[in-house]
């Protein structure tokens, strides 16, 4: 196998901007929040500050999957906020002008709202974001990722949650998570965007299968 994980440094961050914005270029979410290409061109350098930020923080665990045979290149990364990770901890994102801050403020109240109802204040490893360069996808890499933190929380006793779109649901129950509660949102052309909020216990592997 050429894949290889490790953990990313501040000179990867520039990689992994790249890589949210390649994965995410559809995302209706992400449209209406960064509603233009020049404002999604600053939303690209802001990844990249804060991907620096949380590579330095050490509450947060900031993953990268390499491909040896193509010379060590970055095709997946993930940002899991540790058990230690507390809101007034992590360092704030910096947005672009022009960003829809009642659209982003509206969706984050919802997201937040989810996880307290799922887990209160229970100490967790929160997946923050994942992404595969669609060049990449179906290999195998954000497997490699979710288990990293399944298998710590497997060892710790402590859960994982996490807010997925439905293209992941598939892959997010193979590898042990339930779903516990629907997030949703009506755009002002009437479309409706949903995620679902995943949760993983201890035990809860046995009853999936491991994606490959």
Sequence with gaps: MTLKLTFATERDASRIADIHMA??????????????????????????????????????????????????????????????????????????????????????????????????????YRLAFIATHPHHERRGASTMLIKWALDNCSKEGIPAYLESTPVAWALYQRVGFTAEERISMTFEDGRVYEEIGYLFRRGNEEAGQTAT
């Excluded at 040896?68 to 507390?86: M, Q, R």
């Design 23 to 124: 994965a995410f270029a559809t995302n209706e979410m992400l449209l209406a929040q960064f509603p233009n290409s020049a404002v999604r061109e600053g939303l690209r350098i802001s990844i990249a500050r804060k991907a620096a930020s949380d590579i330095r923080d050490p509450h947060t665990a900031v993953l990268l999957v390499k491909d040896a045979e193509l010379n060590n290149k970055t095709i997946s990364f993930a940002k899991w906020s540790l058990p230690s990770s507390t809101s007034e901890n992590e360092a704030p994102w910096v947005w672009p002008e022009g960003t829809r801050h009642d659209i982003l403020d509206q969706w984050t109240e919802r997201v937040e709202s989810a996880k307290k109802t799922v887990l209160g204040d229970e100490p967790c």
